[in-house]
């Protein structure tokens, strides 16, 4: 299976989506899409980003002069609880829940996700960061 790279951050931001209602009451905020307005200082919130960071030749090209091209990466996932309600244990829950969706799965068009892993960064303003860090790969036909 292949994907664009458009159909890749499509997929791969609905599993975010789809994990981020079990927190009804945290803002979500979008790498690429900021808003203007700082987050209510008293809520969790989530910032979802993807970043490719490797890609090269993964075939070599058939008759129709088309190849496979690898593109890897990382969803990074900062998940913020404010620190007078238990932000700690509270942001690391968010970032678990967003690990677990990830882990063991794919997407449709073939974007599969290894290593994921919590990572707790500490404070941050008026919240506990605890990241939630996902490795991507999948290959694009051009």
């Known amino acids: 299976m292949t994907a664009s790279s458009a159909q890749a951050i499509d997929e791969c931001a609905k599993i975010f989506n789809d994990a981020a209602v079990t927190y009804p009451t945290a803002d979500v905020r979008w ?29 070599l090209s058939c008759e129709h002069g088309e190849r496979r ?27 678990e829940s967003v690990r677990d969706a990830y882990q063991g799965v794919g997407t449709p068009s073939g974007v599969w996700f290894r290593n994921a892993t919590t990572q707790e960064i500490g404070t941050d303003l008026s919240w506990y960061n605890v990241n939630a860090v996902i490795q991507f790969n999948y290959e694009e036909v051009r």
């Open 69 to 95: 091209w690898r593109r890897e990466g990382l969803i990074i996932v900062q998940c913020f609880a404010p620190l007078d309600k238990g932000g700690l244990t509270l942001a690391q829950r968010m970032a």
């Open 31 to 59: 790498a690429g899409a900021e808003k203007r307005v700082s987050p209510n200082p008293l809520a969790p919130w989530f910032r979802w980003m993807m970043q490719h960071t490797e890609g090269g030749q993964a075939s």
